[in-house]
């Protein structure tokens, strides 16, 4: 894998699921207990309310809402934010992303949370994991009202958060969001290889795969 030339970085965006946290708890949530829940609260079978739910999840994909706790939790007539805490024991970081940031943080990189993450997920996460130390600043872009996805949701970072696109490093699991960085002029990309620990490797199409984030700073 090509080495990332530090002396250009002065900024090191990051996703949070999938990058920094494992994805595992995500994919569980939406995937299983989510559809559990929703099955016994309707009187359905799990595979009726994996039927009702698959299609509507993906119908909101890359959209602000598909992230939003309180959107779901109208939607679905179910307490999202309460299940995620009855469920928080699984939240947990990817390896090494704790000695990854303490290596940015003594390195003097300005580290930066942009998450899609409604901010109730972040406050239930950044409970269990205890990364906020480790981090500079925190972005949710519910606060901005445009998700990474798109070009105003850069603009607006921009705007609030000193950094240079060229001099910046962003690390992130989901294609169309690197997509969206790199046309904003984000400088160097790195795609998470394995978002869930208990899933498979990811096809990271035109962007350079990242395994172990610790490898990302060897020539740190
Ligand atoms: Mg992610």
Same mark, same amino acid.
């Given at each position: 894998m090509p080495q990332l030339p530090w002396a250009h970085i002065d900024t090191v965006l990051l996703d949070m699921d999938g990058t920094l946290l494992d994805l595992h708890f995500d994919n569980f949530f939406?995937?299983?207990y989510l559809p559990q829940c929703y099955a016994d609260k309707n009187a359905l079978s799990l595979a009726e309310a994996q039927a009702y739910l698959t299609p509507l999840l993906a119908s909101y994909t890359g959209q602000l809402n598909w992230y939003c706790v309180e959107f779901w939790s109208k939607k679905l007539d179910l307490p999202i934010k309460q299940m995620k805490q009855d469920t928080a024991h699984l939240i947990a970081l990817r390896a090494n992303s704790d000695q990854f940031?303490?290596?940015l943080q003594?390195?003097?990189k300005h580290c930066v949370l942009v998450t899609n993450a409604h901010r109730d997920s972040l406050e239930i996460k950044l409970e269990k994991v205890?990364?906020?130390?480790?981090? +500079?600043v925190i972005v949710s872009s519910h606060d901005y009202g445009y998700p990474k996805e798109d070009q105003r949701f850069w603009s607006t970072l921009s705007d609030k958060v000193d950094f240079a696109p060229q001099r910046s490093l962003f690390i992130d699991d989901s294609l169309p969001v690197l997509r969206s960085a790199q046309r904003y002029g984000i400088g160097h990309l790195r795609a998470v290889l394995q978002p869930d620990s208990l899933g498979s490797d990811k +096809?990271?199409?035109?962007?350079?795969?990242s395994t172990d984030l610790l490898d990302l700073v060897s020539n740190l």
């Open positions: 939406w995937l299983k940031l303490t290596r003594a390195a003097g205890h990364l906020a130390p480790l981090l +500079d +096809d990271c199409a035109e962007f350079v795969p």
